[in-house]
């Protein structure tokens, strides 16, 4: 038992310093745009199978002109790098992020201490909206009855009506970070309770904080960059917000 509960230990020795230092950047200035939070109400359900959602979500505010230049699949691939360069930062570095062609992994400074894996990104993008979704594969933070693709992370940007027309003009974005399908090890190990009051409750402070930090606009460069134009880049999803769909494909 108590070599089955080390790495949770450890993890959760870890998510204590996460939260520590995500704090400290939750108000870095800001000068080109202006990003404000907009959760739902219910930001973060469990179901009764033990599957937690949790969504984040905030407006950012920027010149219209900005978001012309930046509605791009390029800049897409750059906000999901900007994402996990933000997971390093918030950390000091002990949060880091690898790439291999395929997956991601979330290791604390390496492998083979791996809090999650995911399977390459996805995308989804036309001149409207912008979706990036990584499947959720393994690791130390998730059970076994969620490994294997069937959670994912996304981060969903939507366009919306501008309601300034006096120049200079300006636009906004709706931005919502979702995990979803969610089996956490914590809350089947050990308790739901500790499972919310630290590693959700964490998540909620350090994706706060990476939607802030997009007010800077300062996007990471993409490890990848394999996108030209929006022609090459599956469109999403017309109605429904999860219509059922083939999200297997990596």
Request: proline content about 6%.
């Amino acid at each position: 038992m108590l070599k089955r509960l080390a790495p949770l230990a450890f993890a959760f020795a870890v998510a204590a310093f996460l939260f520590g230092m995500a704090r400290r950047i939750l108000n870095r200035a800001t000068s080109i745009a202006h990003s404000e939070i907009r959760d739902p109400e219910e930001h973060t359900t469990m179901g009764a199978d033990g599957a937690v959602r949790s969504v984040q979500a905030a407006d950012l505010t920027l010149p219209e002109d900005e978001l012309e230049r930046l509605w791009t699949p390029e800049y897409l691939e750059r906000l999901a790098r900007t994402y996990w360069r933000f997971l390093t930062r918030a950390t000091l570095g002990v949060i880091r992020v690898r790439y291999t062609e395929r997956e991601r992994f979330v290791c604390v400074i390496g492998r083979p201490f791996v809090l999650l894996s995911f399977q390459a990104p996805e995308y989804e993008m036309n001149d409207e909206r912008g979706i990036v979704r990584w499947r959720i594969e393994s690791g130390v933070l998730v059970s076994k009855r969620g490994r294997g693709g069937k959670g994912y992370l996304e981060i969903d940007v939507r366009r919306c009506p501008s309601e300034n027309s006096t120049p200079p003009a300006r636009a906004m974005l709706h931005i919502e970070v979702e995990v979803a399908n969610f089996y956490p090890t914590i809350a089947s190990s050990i308790s739901t309770w500790v499972y919310k009051n630290t590693q959700s409750r964490i998540h909620v402070i350090v994706t706060h904080g990476f939607l802030r930090s997009l007010a800077n606009l300062d996007l990471a460069e993409s490890k990848v960059g394999r996108f030209a134009g929006i022609d090459e880049v599956p469109d999403p999803p017309v109605g429904l917000r999860h219509p059922p769909r083939d999200l297997s494909r990596a």
